[in-house]
């Protein structure tokens, strides 16, 4: 017969934060310092992905970076393809279908994304956790060592480790802002004084004391209180989504092993070491089922599979696994909510790759020049005078002709200039429709203009054209 699952019972727990005591201070989290299989290849794989964070930003293809989302200047570069704000539908569709991808991971996955790749867990638990390991020691070293008076000890620790702190958030602050401006324009900011430069001086001081904040203060409270990520669980989840669960059909009921104990009545596997607990960066107990503080980091795993193996028992007893699989014994990946999100899924990306294939490479806009009708010259014709907007989305410079379509009305450039564009720019530019005088048959004439690109036409763009009737 199965066992009852303990988080059934009324369920208090959920009422109140671990990090948050009664009367509503910080309870501050000392997690114990872990080993283990999966503690070793999450340590492998944050620097894997720390490698390629970092060297983001001076990856380049024929001189122009890979990765590049600046806002200020609305242009993205996202793996070599660069986006404008005519291209904004292609981000939409690109937000969809990584909104789609993260639901349907979480749905069959749960939050292994939060424990295994998430930057704040990543800095957090494989760089400043570990320093402060190293300079202050392990959970109860620290505890004492914070609840303690301030002595030189204390204060060179706290010095070392703040200052540490301070240099890797620099680096962290500069390394955001290459991904928003760039790493030439991050290395001018840097080179020049802050006078020169004071906009980007400003928002690499803000980034970097953003991130000191965080990883020295903050800490967990950003993946509890601000992160959204963790408060959509509770509608993503169902009993068939893999998270790390505590199995409580093996584990129940919980007894603590003492030597010589008569064994009158059969006992789960837990031996309520509380290691899990201990262990668990957010404050939590694995063992009263899923949690929205729970960003799957397998400490508590690697805690109890140390201890089971040490009093002769299975690992596992904390492992990634669905509540039916500990419940029924069976686990069931693809449910039809699944097949639905793989769907959908596939349809954005369909949609997308089709609106990537035909995307234009120059972008043009003509307008009627505001405020402004014809105008009457000496020679017999009238004008009207218009706006043209280019956007080069390439790399490379272009060159752009501008025609009428229309038999009698000529394009006349401003100042005899040429639609040149240089790669990655906006030209904005003006233009004369040019007709006689004696060929006007109506007060405002429909003008077709062909906008030709590398000799054939980019497109064709509609527009009036005024002038009066003699």
Known sequence: MA????????????????TVQEDGKRNWVYPKKVSGIFYKYRSYLSWVLLAILFAGPFIQMNGRPYMLFNIFERRFIIFGAAFWPQDTYLLIFLLLIFFVF???????????FCGWFCPQTLFMEMVFRKIEYLIEGDANQQRQLNEGPWTGEKFVKKGIKLTIFAVISLLIGHLVMAYLVGVDQVKTIVSQPPSANMAGFIGLIAFSGIFMFVFSWFREQACLVVCPYGRLQGVLLDNNSINVMYDYVRGEPRSPIRKNQAILEPKGDCIECSLCVQVCPTGIDIRNGIQMECVNCTACIDACDEVMVKVDRPKGLIRYASENSIKQGFQKLITGRVKGYIVVLCILIAAFVTLIATRDDIKATITR??????????????????????INKTFESQKVELKSLVDGIEVELLGNQELILDAQSKFEGRFFLVRNQDEVKVNQEKVKLSVIYQGEELDKIETNFTAPIN
Do not use: C, W
């Open 3 to 18: 066992k009852k699952n303990p988080h059934l019972n009324p369920e208090t727990f959920r009422d109140s934060l671990a």
């Open 102 to 112: 993260i639901i349907l991971f979480t749905v069959v996955f749960g939050r292994i």
């Open 369 to 390: 020049f505001p405020g402004m009708t014809y105008q009457e010259r000496e020679d017999g014709k009238v004008t009207n005078l218009y706006q043209i907007t280019l």
